[in-house]
C-alpha cells in the first residue's frame, strides 16, 4: 500500500455531521413494513438519460408501472417545458390514468411554475402535487446567496399559492395531496429542514384530517445508512404534529447504499419510498426499486409490486430508456442465476432435488436466495458450464435438459471429460456440446464390437426361476461372430454367450437404467459398469426401445471404451 497516495487530498473532504436519535429504536425494530411505493422513473429517472424519452416511450412506461402495481407515479415536471406539459395532458385526456393511481407532478418553488403545473394537471381524478427548494447551508451559501430564513420564505410562499390553488382543484373533486421536499435535507441540519417543514404543514396540513407527504431526498447521497437511519428517526421524532404528515424517502446511491440506506430508513420510520426500477437516475442513479421490493419478497413479505416476469421488465426498460441492466444485477441480471463455480452447482443440485423430492415448501436452495421461477426465471438458466465447474453440473445439465440421470460414480468421471473439454477450448459449453460429449463417449461407441442382430427369449426353468436366452450376431470389426447363451437376466445370458469370444474377461459390476423420453418417442437408457481385465473400471450406457437391447449395448459400449483406452 502506498501510504502517501492520498497525503494531498484528505484534507479535501470533511465527514457529514451526524445526527444520534436519543431514542435509537430503529436497530431493534425487526418489522419490516411494507412501504408506499412511488416511481419517479418518469421524472427524476427520465431527465438522467441521455436520450429521454418520447412521449409514446412514456406511456409505454406508465403502463409498465401501472401494470407492475404502482399507485404513485411521477409524470414528470410540467412547468419545464412544452412537451413534458403536453405529455401530462395527453396521459389525463386520453383516459390512460386508472381511478386508483395517483399521477404525481413537480413543481419548484415559484409562483408562475406552480399554477402552470397546476392547469397540467386540470381534470384528473388524484394528484400528488410534489414542490420543492433547496435549504442546504451549501445551496444558500453558493446558489441562492440567502440563509434559512430566505429558503424557509420561498417554501412559505409557495405552499400559500399551492394552499390556494389546490383549494380550488379540491372543490372541482380532484382528490390532491401535497408534498414538499427541503431538497439537499441529508446535507441540512435537521432541525432547520424541520423549521421549514412545520411551517409548510401549517399551511398544507393544518388539521388532522389532511396528511401531507414530507419527502426527505437524499439529493446527494453522504451518508452511511446507520446514519440516515438516525437522521429519520430524529426528524421524526422532533417533528411537531409529526401525525400530519406522511414521513416518505428519497434516496441516491452516490455511494452505492441507497437501498441500504431505504431499507434501514423504513425501520426508522419512513413510510413511503421514492426511487426507479433498476436504480436509474441522476448521476449514480435513484435508489433501485426493483431490489429494493424483492429483498423484502425473500424476507418472506409480499412487497406489492409485481416482478413475476422480470425479464419482461428488464427488456421493456431497456428498450425505452436506452440503459442497460447490469449482468449481476440483483433478480434481474442476466448472470444471478448462473453458478459457474463445481462446488455451487453440486450444492445447488442438491438443493433442487432435495425440494423435490420432500415436497417442501418452504425455499432452501443453497447460493440460490430466491426461487428463479418466482421471477419468472427458468431452471435451464442456472447452470452454465466452462472450466470452474466440478461433477455436479454437467450431470445436472445432462439430468434436467435431456432426462438422463447418470449413476452417482459416473457422474464423476463424466464432470473431469467435460472439464477437459473446457479448458481445451476455453470458453464455457453450451448443454448441445455438453450432450454431444456424453453421447460420443458413451452411447455412440460402434468399434471394434458391434451387435449385428439379437433375439431374447424368456422362459422359466423346472424350478420356476426365470431364464433368458440370448442369441445374436456380434461384429467385431469385419469378423461376424455367431453367439448364444441362457441366464438369470440379459446381462448374465450375454456373457455366457461370449464365453469364448476375447472379451470374457470383462466382469459385470453395476447397472441401472431409466426411460428416456423425448416426444411422443420412449427409450431405455442402460448404464453399464464393468471391471476390465487390468482391473480398471468403465462405464457404457445403451439406448434402445428395448430394455434387454440397451443393456446390452450397453455391455458392449463400456469394452469398446476400455479397448480405445487400452490402444492409446
Ligand atoms: O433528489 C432530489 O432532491 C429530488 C427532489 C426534487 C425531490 O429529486
Ligand atoms: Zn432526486
Redesign the pocket.
Known amino acids: 500500500m502506498k501510504a502517501a497516495m492520498y497525503e494531498n487530498i484528505v484534507g479535501k473532504y470533511s465527514s457529514p455531521r451526524i445526527y444520534k436519535s436519543k431514542l435509537r429504536l430503529w436497530p431493534d425494530n425487526t418489522e419490516r413494513r411494507v412501504p408506499r411505493w412511488c416511481s419517479?422513473d418518469m421524472?427524476?429517472g427520465n431527465q438522467a438519460l441521455v436520450r429521454p424519452m418520447s412521449a409514446e416511450d412514456k406511456i409505454k412506461f406508465f403502463k409498465l408501472l401501472v401494470h407492475l402495481g404502482f399507485k404513485e407515479i411521477e409524470l414528470g415536471y410540467p412547468s419545464s417545458s412544452g412537451t413534458e406539459y403536453s405529455f401530462i395532458r395527453r396521459l389525463i385526456d386520453g383516459n390512460y390514468i386508472p381511478d386508483d393511481v395517483y399521477i404525481q407532478v413537480?413543481a419548484p418553488a415559484r409562483e408562475v411554475f406552480i399554477r402552470r403545473t397546476f392547469e397540467a394537471v386540470k381534470g384528473a381524478k388524484n394528484v400528488i402535487m410534489?414542490f420543492?427548494n433547496?435549504i442546504s447551508p451549501l445551496q444558500r451559501r453558493v446558489v441562492f446567496n440567502t440563509d434559512l430564513e430566505g429558503v424557509t420564505q420561498l417554501a412559505v410562499n409557495a405552499a400559500k399559492v399551492i394552499k390556494e390553488c389546490g383549494d380550488e382543484c379540491r372543490a372541482e373533486g380532484m382528490n390532491l395531496i401535497y408534498e414538499y421536499?427541503p431538497?439537499?435535507?441529508t446535507s441540512t441540519p435537521p432541525d432547520e429542514a424541520i423549521y421549514v417543514c412545520r411551517q409548510i404543514m401549517d399551511i398544507l396540513a393544518p388539521n388532522d384530517g389532511d396528511k401531507m407527504i414530507i419527502?426527505l431526498?437524499?439529493?446527494?447521497e453522504n451518508l452511511l445508512p446507520n446514519h440516515f437511519a438516525d437522521l429519520i428517526e430524529y426528524f421524526i421524532s422532533k417533528l411537531p404534529n409529526r401525525e400530519r404528515a406522511v414521513i416518505s424517502i428519497?434516496p441516491?446511491n452516490d455511494r452505492g447504499t441507497g437501498v441500504a440506506a431505504a431499507e434501514l430508513a423504513i425501520l426508522a420510520g419512513a413510510e413511503r419510498i421514492?426511487g426507479t426500477l433498476f436504480g436509474n437516475?441522476?448521476r449514480t442513479g435513484?435508489v433501485d426499486l426493483v431490489t429494493l421490493a424483492l429483498n423484502m419478497l425473500v424476507a418472506g413479505i409480499d412487497p406489492g409490486l409485481d416482478f413475476t416476469d422480470i425479464l419482461s421488465v428488464r427488456s421493456i426498460y431497456e428498450e425505452l430508456t436506452g440503459m442497460t441492466v447490469h449482468e449481476r444485477h440483483p433478480y434481474a441480471g442476466s448472470l444471478v442465476f448462473t453458478a459457474f463455480s463445481g462446488a455451487h452447482q453440486d450444492a445447488i443440485n442438491k438443493g433442487l432435488h432435495q425440494m423435490k423430492e420432500s415436497g417442501r415448501k418452504e425455499w432452501a436452495v443453497p447460493y440460490l436466495p430466491i426461487d428463479p421461477e418466482d421471477l419468472g426465471r427458468t431452471y435451464d438458466s442456472i447452470i452454465r458450464i466452462n472450466s470452474q465447474s466440478g461433477k455436479g453440473g454437467a450431470a445436472f445439465i445432462l439430468e434436467t435438459q435431456y432426462g438422463y440421470n447418470l449413476p452417482r460414480a459416473m457422474r464423476v468421471e463424466f464432470g473431469k471429460i467435460v472439464q477437459e473439454e473446457t479448458e481445451r477450448c476455453g470458453t464455457e459449453l453450451s448443454y448441445d456440446r455438453i450432450f454431444e460429449l456424453f453421447s460420443s463417449t458413451y452411447i455412440d461407441i460402434q468399434k471394434p464390437y458391434r451387435l449385428a442382430k439379437y433375439k431374447f427369449d424368456d422362459n422359466t426353468d423346472r424350478l420356476g426361476h426365470s431364464v433368458v436366452s440370448f442369441s445374436g450376431i456380434l461384429n467385431y470389426n469385419e469378423t461376424e461372430y455367431l453367439i448364444s447363451g441362457s441366464g438369470n437376466g440379459p446381462i448374465d445370458a450375454f456373457f455366457n454367450a461370449v464365453q469364448n469370444l476375447d472379451i470374457s474377461d470383462y466382469h459385470f459390476v453395476s447397472y441401472s437404467e431409466h426411460a428416456v423420453s423425448s416426444g411422443s418417442d420412449s427409450k431405455a437408457a442402460a448404464y453399464i459398469e464393468l471391471k476390465t481385465p487390468l482391473g480398471k473400471t468403465v462405464f457404457g450406457v445403451g439406448l434402445s426401445h428395448n430394455i434387454y437391447k440397451a443393456s446390452i449395448k450397453g455391455i458392449i459400449c463400456a469394452i469398446n471404451r476400455a479397448l480405445a483406452a487400452d490402444e492409446e
Do not use: A, K, Q
Request: net charge negative.
Open positions: 419517479v421524472r427524476d413537480l410534489h420543492y433547496n421536499s431538497e439537499s435535507f419527502n431526498p437524499s439529493t446527494v428519497h441516491h421514492e437516475g441522476e435513484n
